[in-house]
Structures are given as C-alpha cells and as structure tokens.
C-alpha cells in the first residue's frame, strides 16, 4: 500500500502544464526546434551532457495538450532540428542531399515515436489515476517508447543507424558508469525516464513543491549512488597504436602506396620498443598486402621490427568481391587472421537497391562505384595469446558485434578507423564517445586508433590513458589492461532493450485501447494505485 498521505496531497485529476499554459501549435513547434539543438548540445564535441535531459523535457513539453497529428510535426521538427545539427559533418565533401536524406529519415521515425509519447503523456494520467501512478507509470512507458525507437533505427532500415541515442550523451557524465550495469539501451532509457519524471512532477500542480522536489533529488541521488562496476584485470598487454596523420578520404589524392608509408614512417622510430603487437588504423594500408608484394615487404619489416604482430587495415579482393579488411599480419608467415567489417556502411561503403536509388541522385550513387561484401568472418583475433576483438569503424556502433568480443573471449577492443572524410568536424569525437562507453559496457579497453584523429585508449573506467592529436602523425606506446570479467550489460544482451521497450509499448496500448473507449463512450474506470 502506498503512502495515503502521499496519496491525499495529490488530486487524482492533474492539473497539466497544457491546461495550464496552451502552448499554441506555433509556440510548440518553436519549442520543440530550439530543444533539438539544446539535444544536440549534449554531445561532442561541446560534450554537456546536462543539456540532455533538458533537451528530452522541452520535447515533451512541446507535446503537451497537443494530438496525434500534432504531435508527428512537433517530433519531427525536434527530429529535423537534432539530426541536422549532430550529422552535420555530413556535408564536409558530399553536400547537403546525403545530409538532408539521412536526417530527414531520421526525423521521421522521430516524429513517430514522440507523437505516441504525446498520446501517453495526453491519456497516461488517465489510466494511472493518482500520483503515484502518474509518477510512476508515466515516465517508464515514455522512456520505453523512446529506446523502442532507438532501438528500431539502430538496426532498420538496412542495418540501421546506431548514432544520436541519448545514452552517447553521457560518454563523460556520472551517469556514464550505468552502462555497464544496463547496456546502450538501458542508459538511453534511464537518461528519459528521469527527464520524463521531471516533466511529471512539474505537472503535478497538486502536491507541495519541496515534495516534488524531494522525489525529483532522490531519483537522481539514487542514480548517482549506484557503484561503478568493478572491473577485474586478468593481466596486461604492451602495444603501439599507430596514427599515420594520412588523408584517405573519399576525395583525397595521394599516390599509390602513400598511406601505407605514412603509417609505416610513424612506426619505424618505435624500433627499440619491447611491444605485444603494434596497431594500425582502417585503410591503413592502400595496397592490398595479400596481393602487393611490396605492400607484403613492408608489412613484413614492420612486424619484424618490433618483433610483433601487426594489425592493418585494407581492402581485400576474393572472387571478384570487395571487403573492407583488417588482416593479423606476422613477418615470414603473412596474414594469418581476417576480419572482414560485418557492418559497412549504406550509401557510403555499398548501395544497397542500386537501380532504385541512383535515379534520384545519380553523381553521388556513382560516388560508390564498388560495394563491399558484409563480412561474415568471426571478430576476434589471437594475438600470442592475447584476444582481441576487432571492430571496424561502425561497428563499434553495433550492440550485437561487440557483444560477439566479449563471447568470443576478448579480452580488448581494438577500434580501427578511419575519419578523414570528416576533417576536423564533430564525427570523430562522437565516434571516440562511443568507443568510452563501449570500454565502460564490455569491462575492457578500447583501443580507438584513427588514420587521422581522434585516437585515444580508453580504459575499462572510461578514463582516458593516451592520445594523439588530430591530423598529426605519432604514436601511442602504452601497458594496458586485459580483462575477462563478463558485465552485467554484456551477460544480459538485449533482454534489458527488450524488457523496457516492451513495456513502453505494452503502456503505450493500454492508452490506446482507453482512447478508443472514451471516443466510443464505453465508460473506464481508470487504474488507482492506493
């Protein structure tokens, strides 16, 4: 039984902020295009990650007193107003028609799921009558039907796009260390949950403000009180991460073999060093090693230079199909391991449905004039001894990759990529945000190694132990630690992205169904927790 008292303080019809303020739809609409910036003002490369929560809160506030139809142009200017901000550096080389595409799906499914938020925050306070129920039914079912959409574009369509979640906001926050206890999903969910509740408590007129206060402190004490996952080092590597400083973008011309020297002249100093093995970024090579005697020679000296494995980047050929590779290469024994990337990237690393789209833009389908195969290769190497999981630039985006490491025993992450399409924009730091929180999830480090920046290893804490500087060759020597310990987010998967998103939609029905009988005039007797 809940608190009565509580109970009595609080009238079981809620005065809203919509009654009470009627936003008009063009205040709304403002509202909701300044809250997309304020979103996108929590990422990198400003990195204020407070503005988050704010950021959720005006959307919602935006939505309040409006319907449906309403509610999708609202969303959609907030999508709109967010992702032409966070995705800008789309433009940098290819324009603005990939940028405005991109974005504009993007808003769509935005749009969609803060419309039906805007039905749950209309008629929630209905079915869950009293403020114990508007408080804490509400904000689960909101938070739910935003990770359900997170969750949906991460993977759809065409594999999705696993960029702009809220929980990438919080990279460098105290709320952080929360995704090793719950995953990508959970901290998405955990980060609009509370600013939902915020919103909830501002709409109940009804009780005390020092009350409300009170719960809104508490909810956040109680985030903040829970433990960083300890993380439990099984011993330690010593390894070269190598930052050639090469531009290997999409436009760029150098001559052939270039990039590959670039990286092998920022090695050659490390001759002296007493390494594991020595890393090197996506496309570090421009020549196919496995194919380029020459390319094969200096691979070859570099790894009997330092007397240790290297890890390459390349584009490999088999059969007459294209993969974007990276290769285990050893001195005398060539390739002896290949991860071919399980998650190239639409529209920039194949085209899929070819014939249907270069009609609408075809110089920049012509762009991509060969497609990479999806790698199918396991993405773990053996290092001597040690595992290391492999991710491909996106695919450390990808939840079910990197939890494909982890089972298969990794014990490190080595992030290879490549960021010279984007010059000195916000892509490359939104990318190394994704890779702290991955070293926080999996429990391990996350050696994230660029051809041009941002390069950094993250430890299994999120801290920062070595970085290069942007478009500056050099190299980061560092012992660093393995780890076998399997995380909570890591041992449940996806069930915890299942388990909240199924009951965001489960609120979300019982909202319709109370719709439907209100419109028919079938009487409801709303649900009253007591």
């Known amino acids: 039984m809940l608190d009565r008292d509580f109970q009595r303080r609080a009238d079981h019809r809620p005065l809203t902020l919509a009654s009470a303020t009627g936003l008009p739809l063009w205040a709304a609409i403002l509202l909701a295009a300044g809250a997309g910036a304020i979103l996108d003002g929590a990422f990198p490369d400003r990195g204020w990650w407070v503005l988050a929560p704010v950021g959720v809160v005006l959307m919602l506030l935006a939505l309040l007193g409006h319907g449906p139809g309403a509610g999708l142009l609202i969303g959609m200017v907030a999508g709109l107003s967010f992702w032409l901000v966070h995705i800008s550096w789309l433009t940098l080389y290819l324009g603005p028609v990939p940028w405005l595409a991109l974005a504009t799906l993007q808003a769509i499914f935005f749009g969609a799921s803060l419309a039906l938020i805007g039905v749950v925050l209309r008629v929630g306070p209905r079915v869950w009558s009293g403020a114990p129920g508007r408080l804490g039914v509400v904000p689960v079912i909101v938070a739910g039907i935003w990770t359900a959409r997170e969750a949906l574009t991460a993977v759809w369509p065409y594999g999705g796009f696993a960029w702009g979640r809220v929980a990438l906001s919080q990279s460098e926050s105290p709320f952080g260390s929360l995704v ?128 240790a494995p290297l890890v390459t980047g390349t584009i490999t050929e088999r059969d007459g199909k294209f993969y974007n590779s990276s290769l285990l290469w050893k001195a005398g024994q060539g390739a002896v391991g290949v991860y071919d990337k399980a998650h190239p990237v639409p529209f920039a690393e194949y085209l899929p ?21 999806i790698g199918t290769r396991g ?113 449940v998967g996806s069930g915890i992205e299942w388990l909240v998103s199924g009951l965001g939609l489960a609120g979300l029905a019982l909202c319709l169904l109370c719709a439907l009988r209100r419109r028919s005039g079938t009487i409801h007797r709303p649900l009253r927790f007591q």
């Open 180 to 307: 090793a206890w719950v995953g990508m999903s959970g901290l998405s969910f955990i980060v609009v949950w509370l600013s939902a509740l915020i919103l909830q408590l501002l709409r109940e007129y009804r009780l005390e403000c020092a009350l409300r206060l009170g719960i809104a402190v508490a909810a956040i004490a109680i985030l903040l009180a829970m433990p960083a996952l300890p993380t439990i080092q099984t011993g330690s590597t010593r390894l070269a991460a190598v930052q050639g400083a090469s531009d290997a973008g999409l436009f760029a011309r150098y001559a052939p073999g270039q990039i590959l020297a670039d990286h092998a002249s920022a090695t050659v100093p490390l001759g002296g060093e007493e390494v594991d093995f020595v890393v090197w970024p996506e496309n570090s090579s421009d020549i196919d090693p496995t194919r380029s005697a020459d390319a094969a020679r200096v691979s070859d000296d570099i790894s009997r230079a330092m007397n």
């Open 353 to 373: 449905d070819r014939a249907f789209w270069r009609p609408f833009a075809p110089e920049l389908v012509d762009l991509v004039w060969r497609d990479y195969e």
């Open 379 to 491: 993405n773990v190497f053996d290092l001597n001894g040690i595992l290391a999981g492999i991710a491909i630039c996106f695919d450390i985006a990808d939840d079910r990759l990197v939890r494909e490491m982890i089972d298969g025993k990794a014990q490190i992450i080595l992030a290879q990529t490549n960021n010279a399409d984007f010059g000195r924009t916000d892509e490359s730091v939104q990318q190394l945000a994704i890779a702290r929180l991955r070293a926080i999830e999996a429990g391990r480090t996350v050696v994230n190694i660029s051809t041009v920046g941002s390069s950094a290893i993250i430890t299994p804490d999120g801290k920062t132990l070595d970085s290069l500087p942007t478009w500056e060759p050099g190299a980061m020597v560092q012992t660093v630690p393995l780890s076998d310990t399997v995380t909570p987010a890591m041992r």
